[in-house]
């Protein structure tokens, strides 16, 4: 049997170009030759105060986003986490053997309760739900950037502690992370790209083509040119953008002669940011063309439906499983 594969992402309305080169495109590529999951967190999306009337149509458009990027539901199931209520009882066996320490030991924790007036006990948690999500289905491949890999550490450790207490069931998951696994911000190249940080710090995959242009062209590099001194922060990142665009359609001729100005110390940074931007905009025309036709077709809810019923066939008979291991 193919290795499970199991994944999630939040439905935050921007799927931006670091959640695409981070994990996206490498859960596409897995559909090959494994037996994928992917799920739509908009349980793990309420531990912070989100708008409630928008959560239903982010989830939605999230799918629509992710088809568009590769995910096929004919190869993989792709649905909504709530639609599966077993992840929320899973959780709750799991926060019953993971301890308060492994939980304030979480970076992500720290990161996002930091300067919130209301840290919900969900935020605190979450990791828990996180080990539900890719336990339910007994996952052993887990594609994420790398701000999941500490997560993903708990998650083992949590699989760990339920075989040891209850009885050999949960495979260990690990991490698969690839190339493009900490995209930078490109107005704060010091941070990560991600949608909390606010919009200017992350470039949508379906963002206006005039707004990108605009970002990338006033991206940080830094202030001068020095022939042979190490790359900035900012410049690094451009050429990390460039290369994963480059990858995907094989142009890298223009990578190696791009570094070779910079070690000249002759780059010139706006014929830099020209290049990330028409390459960039190579990987993601295509993406929306496709998602313009996918929401014409009116497909996204029997999609969604279908990979619930799925989802939760496997789900259901891996909880009866656990309640009784667990003497429920
Ligand atoms: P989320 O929704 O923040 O991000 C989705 C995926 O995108 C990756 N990512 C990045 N990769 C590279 N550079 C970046 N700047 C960048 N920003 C985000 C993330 O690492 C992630 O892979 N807790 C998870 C969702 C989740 C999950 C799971 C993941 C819930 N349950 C089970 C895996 C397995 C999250 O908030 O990801």
Known sequence: MATRIF?????????????????????????????CVYCIVDYHAITIDIDSKALRAASRAMALDLIACGIDPKRSILFIQSSVPEHTELAW?????????????????????????????????????????????????????????QHLELSRRIARRFNARFGEFFPEPEPIVGRGARVMSLADPTQKMSASAGEANTIGVMEEEPSIHKKVRSAVTDTGLVAGEEMSPGVANLFEILELATELSGDSAIVEELRADFKAGKLMYSRLKEVVFDSLMGVLRPIRQRRTELEASGKVEEILAEGTKKARAIARENIARVREMVGL
């Open 7 to 35: 994944s999630g992402i939040q439905p935050t309305g921007t799927l931006h170009i670091g959640n695409y080169f981070g994990a996206i495109r490498n859960w596409a590529a897995l559909q090959a030759d494994h037996d």
């Open 93 to 149: 066996i799991l926060g019953c053997i993971t301890s308060y320490g492994d939980l304030a030991r979480m970076t992500q924790f720290k990161e996002k309760s930091a300067g919130r007036k209301f840290i919900s006990a969900g935020l605190f948690s979450y990791p828990i739900l996180q080990a539900a999500d890719i336990l339910l289905y007994k996952a052993q491949g887990v594609p994420v950037g790398e701000d999941q890999v």
